[in-house]
């Protein structure tokens, strides 16, 4: 068994007050966060995507094992190919697989079984969670608490595109096997999530939708 190895944890001198502010701010800035299904195909530089995916790869995971990867995705065909799949599912799930109610909370989304989006959007990131490692000689390592980890991880990934000024929408069609054929991914990981990355349209619109109070969702004792 491996011993523990410890570092002094690197620390920022906030005071306060900025502490504050800061809190206020990052809570300003994600009000504005929005669902987007209207994308440009304007580029977005490589560079800034690889900053957020390291970003969301300092997000905490059982054992530190980071049960997740992030397949970013920005061939033309393969993008074709993967929402050819998605809307076969989609069509399916909306023509027979969804109950009655839940078609009627999609309804005010205005949400159907087209995605144009994902042929449109210069990236599709498709996240993956590994329920068990591999060592180079082969042997299995069992990861935990994997769903928690690589959602934690893509909500940072999510923050982070918002932050640097780029927009996404989280789609998950519904069985995703799919992705692990198309991007060749190992038996051992799992499609999590589609995450699709870029700019807005110029005449994007979204939903009118309003945001629980924070009485609504949470509790102070």
């Given at each position: 068994?491996?011993?523990?190895?410890?570092?002094?944890?690197?620390?920022?001198?906030?005071?306060?007050?900025?502490?504050?502010?800061?809190?206020?701010?990052?809570?300003?800035?994600?009000?504005?966060?929005?669902?987007?299904?209207?994308?440009?195909?304007?580029?977005?530089?490589?560079?800034?995507?690889?900053?957020?995916?390291?970003?969301?790869?300092?997000?905490?995971s059982?054992?530190?094992?980071?049960?997740?990867?992030?397949?970013?995705?920005?061939?033309?065909?393969?993008?074709?190919?993967?929402?050819?799949?998605?809307?076969?599912?989609?069509?399916?799930?909306?023509?027979h697989?969804?109950?009655?109610?839940?078609?009627?909370?999609?309804?005010?989304?205005?949400?159907?079984?087209?995605?144009p989006?994902?042929?449109?959007?210069?990236?599709?990131?498709?996240?993956?969670?590994?329920?068990?490692?591999?060592?180079?000689?082969?042997?299995?390592?069992?990861?935990?608490?994997?769903?928690?980890?690589?959602?934690?991880?893509?909500?940072?990934?999510?923050?982070?595109?918002?932050?640097?000024?780029?927009?996404?929408?989280?789609?998950?069609?519904?069985?995703?096997?799919?992705?692990n054929?198309?991007?060749?991914?190992?038996?051992?990981?799992?499609?999590?999530?589609?995450?699709?990355?870029?700019?807005?349209?110029?005449?994007?619109?979204?939903p009118?939708?309003?945001?629980?109070?924070?009485?609504?969702?949470?509790?102070?004792?």
């Open positions: 068994m491996a011993e523990p190895r410890f570092m002094l944890l690197p620390r920022r001198t906030v005071g306060p007050d900025d502490i504050s502010v800061r809190a206020r701010d990052f809570r300003e800035l994600m009000a504005t966060r929005r669902t987007v299904r209207h994308f440009s195909d304007a580029p977005v530089d490589r560079h800034v995507i690889e900053q957020c995916l390291l970003a969301a790869g300092s997000a905490p059982g054992a530190n094992l980071r049960p997740w990867h992030f397949a970013v995705v920005t061939d033309t065909a393969i993008k074709r190919r993967i929402r050819e799949a998605a809307e076969a599912e989609e069509r399916e799930f909306y023509s697989r969804a109950p009655q109610e839940w078609l009627d909370a999609l309804a005010p989304l205005g949400t159907d079984a087209d995605k989006f994902l042929a449109i959007a210069p990236y599709l990131i498709a996240i993956f969670s590994q329920s068990y490692g591999l060592l180079p000689d082969g042997r299995k390592v069992k990861n935990y608490y994997v769903q928690e980890s690589v959602g934690i991880a893509t909500g940072m990934l999510i923050a982070a595109l918002h932050y640097a000024g780029l927009v996404s929408l989280t789609h998950t069609p519904s069985p995703m096997g799919f992705l054929q198309i991007l060749d991914r190992p038996a051992n990981e799992r499609p999590f999530l589609l995450l699709v990355v870029g700019h807005p349209a110029d005449d994007a619109r979204v009118a939708i309003s945001r629980k109070e924070l009485a609504e969702i949470a509790s102070f004792r």
